[in-house]
């Protein structure tokens, strides 16, 4: 199995206001390398107290840290052309889609698909789906709300579904679990239920 899993931790309730950015690259069905970039973002120093209590970032962590367009210099090389995954992957594709527009910045091309949805599908039945609960039901034991962090628990919960459904490919996994994939590029972002939204 050969997937990226993403996670943005954001600074305010604006979607293009990420503070940190994690990666975390699966290869041969293994955690290969994790990633992760805290940002300064546009908004600096304001910073939304409900979005502190969630992840701990204050201004004063990113004050030095590279501002996005910085950031995406590497980050873009490594999911240019990749399968993404992110834990509610609607949340993590707009702030991408939204930050991208509102730096200027170049938009990769790839396609993604919803850990969420995945689990629902692999493992239907349970009370919450979210990646703490999801973790905690599988051994997975990390630090929550950091990206680096939720980006490679959302990659292990996905090898967990992989095993769980004996399926020894991200392609063979999607498809035995019946989960539609996104795709983004720089004319369009299609989400995995079909909608189009044109870019540029």
């Known amino acids: 199995m050969d997937f ?11 979607a293009d206001s990420p503070c940190e950015m994690g990666l975390a690259i699966v290869r041969g069905g293994e955690v290969r ?3 992760n970039w805290l940002i300064k973002p546009r ?12 992840h701990g970032i204050r201004p004063e962590h990113v004050a030095n840290a590279p501002a996005f367009a910085e950031v995406w210099e590497e980050a873009m090389p490594l999911m240019q052309g990749n399968v993404i995954t992110a834990h509610n992957a609607a949340f993590d594709m707009n702030v991408l889609r939204s930050t991208l527009a509102s730096h200027r910045l170049p938009v ?10 995945l689990s629902k599908r692999v493992w239907p039945g349970h009370r919450s789906y979210g990646l703490g609960a999801m973790c905690a ?8 709300h950091r990206a680096g962090n939720d980006a490679e628990a959302a990659a292990r919960l996905v090898l967990c579904a992989g095993r769980d459904a004996g399926a020894s ?6 498809a035995q679990s019946h989960v539609k994939r996104g795709a983004l590029n720089p004319q ?12 540029g």
């Open 4 to 14: 990226i899993a993403l996670d943005f931790e954001t600074a305010t309730n604006e």
């Open 169 to 174: 490919t991200t392609e063979q996994l999607l």
């Open 137 to 144: 039901l599988h051994g997975i034991r990390f630090r929550h």
């Open 108 to 117: 990769p091309t790839f396609s993604y698909f919803c850990s969420v949805t």
């Open 43 to 54: 908004q600096w120093p304001f910073f939304s107290p409900f979005t502190m209590a969630v």
């Open 188 to 199: 369009e972002h299609r989400t995995p239920g079909g909608k189009v939204i044109v870019l």
């Open 33 to 35: 390398e994790v990633r």
